[in-house]
């Protein structure tokens, strides 16, 4: 009896570290996959972030040529709006001129 109870601890030991030795394999296969996983998901963090930098660099180089064209737009409108002001002038110091030149004729009348 002496010998199937040593038999039968050797075989309960030897079941607990076969099941042992499958646990740790399943915990070495769920360690890996998790390592995986966030790996991937670092490497699409990493992947957005830098496509939403292109977008934002995009978006600013946009946003210069428009305020560029929006500045040259101004500057046009503003000399366009001094020739007219000094064409405007010009008009009106000549008419000034031509009335005070009738003016001076009928004072002489």
């Known amino acids: 009896m002496r010998k199937f109870i040593i038999a039968s601890m050797a075989a309960a030991a030897f079941s607990l570290t076969a099941c042992s030795e499958k646990a740790q394999d399943e915990t070495a296969e769920a360690g890996a996959a998790v390592a995986d996983d966030a790996a991937a ?23 210069g040529a428009v305020v560029e064209g929006a500045a ?35 004072d002489k009348k």
């Open 72 to 106: 040259k737009d101004a500057g046009n409108a503003i000399e366009g709006t001094v020739k007219a002001a000094g064409d405007a002038a010009s008009t009106a110091g000549d008419k000034i001129a031509e009335e005070t030149k009738k003016a001076e004729a009928n």
């Open 41 to 63: 998901a670092g490497d699409a963090a990493a992947a957005g972030a830098a496509e939403a930098a292109d977008a934002t660099a995009d978006a600013a180089k946009d946003a």
